[in-house]
């Protein structure tokens, strides 16, 4: 527990602001009902959709709070992508999870440590191999490959490099999904400033602007990151943030149809592909709808706080008002309503992300169960259910001492907001 509450300081430390800092760290909010901790969970009932969300960033400690939300949201199952690394975190992480029942799958991160090192991507590649032995459903990159993580000469480590070739290779020869973060929003990458469309959010968070010759440009991310993905064709790979190119559904529309090892999801980019025409983007989801699964980035971390327990929460971005758990449900209920709604036009989820409304798409139910549900059912949480139920993988104490004597301690959790 002692590793758990360390950990989970630093991710909300670092989970708005990955590559660098905030203007402002807040204080966690403490849980007005600490003893929900300790309620039994039972997956929902049946309501008008069944529903998982495949991008969320949980602490450990929030498990028991985040299988509330699920209840009350609609939501079977998630993906936690900040899963960690480390033998003994790894085995934590997973006792902390299977006391919410099979509902909460995790994700392992790479740690960069050694990028130099020869056989990096071996040794990582091996330790990720253990890791999905034991329990883990696949792989989360963040966007700190391509904009933050640096070789010895200075140089930031490029999405395409040869050395993590078997990292990618072992999730495809164990049947995994590569969820990976290339790049970010065109906004991004434009001239900070009153002009910029996402200048209140940058304003907030000035370490995500990525303008100037400090960094690869947006297209350079992209085609680095395709061109990986064509050099690993037996790998899926799940695009986050509707393939980080949600402002062209033309260039993702073709991408998809290029590469049939490729997934996408729709977390945190429903304001970007909802400002298209309901046409275009309904065409789009109909034309792809085996290949996109349905997320909304959500960020929960649970820790103890001044003596009590207290949360940090984010609902697909960073928000002027702080988010509490009661604005969790709405929240979803936005993305029920673009997805599902006949109307012209209605709010998003995430206005900072852009002060402007979106155009519902109201999909067919066939559509909407693939999106919602039978997707990630199929790609990501059968097959991990079935490993799950065939592992030998046990939280004994035998295990944690051995993951703590070889060395293993290290974790590195995955940034949130990603």
Not at 64 to 69: E, M, N
Not at 83 to 109: P, V
Not at 221 to 234: F, Q, T, V, W, Y
Not at 371 to 392: D, H, Q, V
């Amino acid at each position: 527990m002692r590793a758990f509450a360390v950990l989970t300081v630093a991710l909300v430390a670092t989970s708005l602001c990955a590559l660098g800092g905030c203007k402002r760290t807040p204080e966690p909010l403490i849980l007005e009902k600490p003893g929900v901790a300790d309620a039994p969970q039972t997956p929902p009932v049946p309501g008008p959709r069944r529903a998982h969300d495949v991008h969320a960033h949980l602490s450990p400690l929030s498990y028991p709070v985040a299988t509330q939300f699920m209840d009350e949201s609609g939501l079977q199952r998630v993906v936690n992508m900040s899963g960690g690394n480390g033998r003994e975190y790894i085995l934590q992480n997973l006792a902390a999870a299977d006391q919410a029942g099979q509902r909460i799958a995790l994700f392992y991160n790479l740690d960069w440590s050694g990028i130099d090192e020869p056989g990096f991507g071996q040794e990582r590649a091996q330790e990720f191999t253990w890791a999905i032995a034991q329990g883990y459903g696949g792989l989360k990159i963040s966007k700190a490959l391509g904009l933050g993580v640096k070789t010895a000469d200075g140089k930031l480590l490029a999405v395409d490099d040869e050395r993590l070739d078997p990292i990618w290779q072992t999730a495809g020869k164990h049947g995994v999904v590569v969820g990976i973060h290339t790049s970010d929003p065109k906004a991004f990458f434009e001239k900070p400033g009153p002009q910029n469309e996402r200048h209140k959010e940058l304003s907030h968070a000035p370490s995500w602007s990525f303008y100037g010759p400090d960094f690869p440009s947006r297209n350079e991310l992209l085609a680095a990151r395709d061109r990986m993905i064509a050099r690993n064709p037996g790998t899926t790979f799940l695009l986050l943030h509707f393939a980080n190119n949600p402002e062209d559904i033309e260039y993702v529309d073709a991408l998809l149809k290029k590469h049939p090892n490729l997934v996408i999801d729709v977390a945190a980019r429903l304001g970007e592909f909802g400002r298209h025409e309901a046409s275009r983007v309904r065409k789009f989801f109909v034309d792809h709808q085996d290949r996109i699964l349905f997320a909304t980035d959500i960020m929960l971390t649970v820790q103890p706080y001044k003596g009590q327990m207290a949360y940090s929460l984010t609902l697909g971005s960073i928000s002027e008002k702080r988010p509490t758990l009661d604005d969790i449900k709405p929240f979803y209920d936005l993305h029920w309503k673009y997805f599902e709604s006949s109307e012209a036009a209605i709010d998003h989820p995430v206005p900072i992300q852009g002060d402007w409304q979106v155009h519902p798409l109201a999909l067919e139910a066939d559509v909407l169960d693939k999106l919602y549900f039978k997707n990630a059912e199929r790609i990501i949480f059968a097959p991990w259910l079935a490993r799950r139920a065939a592992s030998t993988v046990g939280q004994t104490a035998q295990q944690l001492a051995a993951a703590s004597s070889d060395g293993s301690k290290a974790a590195v959790v995955e940034a949130g907001a990603n």
